[in-house]
Structures are given as structure tokens and as C-alpha cells.
């Protein structure tokens, strides 16, 4: 535009030295030539625009190339993901392989040791009952038993410990009849720990996780009334769990030997006296054997 500004200034310093003759002749002609001029730069624009439209890729082509391109590419970076990810270890196995190779040990925790054992608590204890006033008596004697197995070198083994009790005598017995005694002892959860000490002895922990109570029932009978029973139950009686308390070595720790295939060791109730008054005394005596095997 500039260009054109400066020929129109010197066509008009010409048009000052013109006759007027031809000064409308020369307007004209100016007037045509600016118009040709102003024609052919717009018509120049529009052929740099239209180049520059046609050089340039429309939007949706760009974003479908580029979109291809992405998918085509997407394999090379999967293939090198494929390359980098480390070779496994063919040796070692996964985590779930070594759980499951790992064995579930029952009474300890996996790993713990290696040998199993059958541990058991077999016992008597005899009580025999001495009256005051009379010169009635009668003896009970307890059996117990409890056992489980050993998975490690330190174990917790829970169950019941069976006890049972069997009644020789009778509780009163005069010319024309007889008072027979029932003791019934429930069965009683126990915890028994063990643990290893070296490779030779081994060390018991046993705890009744309850009162230990007896429950004493008389049935009395009568010769001048047959058929006629007269029963009571007394309060809870604590004979045995008394006399458990006495036993040497104590149960809470008790020493056993580990050395051989299957050891045994033994528990000692020294005879002991216990009062019951006012009615009478006790007499308590016992034994237990505890038995270790291997499995």
C-alpha cells in the first residue's frame, strides 16, 4: 500500500503541470489505475491465503493421523515394557508356593521345630474320708487323664482333661438302711505349654483354665421301707483340685526328658492330711505319670 501511496503523490505533482485540458483524462485514467492496483493486491491476498489454507492439514485429519500414529506406535512401546520387565527366576519359588510347601502345624507355630510329640498326663489320686464321730468311711479315687500333640519346640496344647471318680464305701450305713455317694467330676479345659531346652530335656507347663468342683449326691435307701429313696446334693467339693496343688513337681513346671524315642517322668502326692470340720478328715495320696513320644 505504501508503493501506491507514492506513485499517486507523483502522478498528482504531474497533474499540477498539466494542462486542464487533459486534467480529467488524467483523473480518470488515475482513478482506474488505483482501482486495477487495489483489485490485483486484494486478489493477491486471497491467492496468499488460499495457499496458506491449502498448505494447512484440517483438524479432523490431524487428530485421525494423529490418533493412527498412536495406535501404530503403541506396539514398540509395548515390546519394550516386554524387554525391560526382568527374566524370573526359575529357582526360586513364588510366595504362594512357599506358603503352601510350608506345613500347618497344630499346638506351635510353622518352623518352630522339627520334631512332633504325643505328650500325655495319666494320674490317681485316692482320698479316703475318716468321720469324727462314727467309725463309717468310704475312699474315692480319682483317674484323670489328658494328652495332645506337640508340633514344635515350644507348643500350646488345649482340650478337656477327663476325670473320673469311683466311690468304695458308703457315706452312712446303720441296721436298717445305707447312704450310697455319686461324685461326678465334669470335664475341665486345660492349657498345656511346652517347650524345649536343648536337645534333652524339655519343660511342661500345665493350667486348668477353671475351678476344678466335684458334684457329691447321696441316695439313701431304708429295709423297713422298700422302695422309699431319700436323695441330696451337697455343696461343691474341691478334693482333687486340693490335692492336684500338692503334687511335686509342681504343675506349672514340670521337668521331663526328651532324649529318647519316649521318656516318662513322675508326679508324687505325698500322703497328706486335710481337715474337714467339723464333720471329719481327708486323707490324700497320689500319682501321675507323664509320658513324652515321638512321632
Do not use: H
Not at 32 to 49: P, R, V
Amino acid at each position: 500500500m505504501l508503493k501506491y501511496l507514492e506513485k499517486l503523490t507523483k502522478i498528482l505533482r504531474i497533474i499540477e503541470i498539466m494542462n486542464k485540458k487533459y486534467f480529467s483524462i488524467f483523473i480518470c485514467v488515475l482513478f482506474i489505475t488505483a482501482s486495477i492496483s487495489l483489485g490485483t493486491g486484494s486478489l493477491w491476498a486471497q491467492e496468499d491465503d488460499d495457499d496458506t489454507l491449502i498448505d494447512e492439514q484440517p483438524i479432523e485429519e490431524v487428530l485421525e493421523e494423529g490418533f493412527d500414529a498412536e495406535d501404530e506406535e503403541e506396539p514398540e512401546e509395548d515390546l519394550a515394557e516386554d524387554e525391560e520387565e526382568p527374566e524370573e527366576d526359575e529357582d526360586e519359588p513364588d510366595i504362594d508356593e512357599q506358603a503352601a510347601d510350608a506345613p500347618e502345624i497344630e499346638g506351635g507355630e510353622p518352623g518352630e521345630g522339627d520334631n512332633r510329640r504325643q505328650i500325655k498326663i495319666a494320674g490317681m489320686i485316692v482320698m479316703s474320708y475318716v468321720f469324727d464321730n462314727s467309725s463309717d468311711s468310704f475312699t474315692v479315687r480319682y483317674r484323670w487323664e489328658l494328652e495332645g500333640q506337640a508340633n514344635a519346640s515350644i507348643s500350646v496344647i488345649k482340650g478337656d482333661a477327663n476325670i473320673e471318680a469311683e466311690v468304695d464305701g458308703f457315706l452312712a450305713k446303720w441296721p436298717s438302711g445305707e447312704c450310697n455317694l455319686n461324685v461326678n467330676v465334669p470335664k475341665v479345659p486345660f492349657e498345656l505349654t511346652f517347650k524345649t531346652q536343648g536337645e534333652e530335656k524339655g519343660n511342661i507347663k500345665l493350667v486348668f483354665k477353671k475351678a476344678i468342683t466335684e458334684t457329691w449326691q447321696s441316695s439313701c435307701s431304708f429295709m423297713d421301707a422298700p422302695g422309699a429313696t431319700f436323695e441330696t446334693t451337697g455343696p461343691p467339693e474341691k478334693w482333687f483340685e486340693k490335692a492336684l496343688s500338692k503334687a511335686r513337681p509342681p504343675l506349672r513346671s514340670i521337668v521331663v526328658n526328651i532324649d529318647e524315642p519316649e521318656t516318662t517322668t513322675q508326679m508324687i502326692i505325698n500322703t497328706q492330711i486335710l481337715g474337714d470340720p467339723p464333720v471329719g478328715s481327708v486323707e490324700i495320696e497320689g500319682n501321675a505319670i507323664v509320658t513324652v513320644t515321638d512321632l
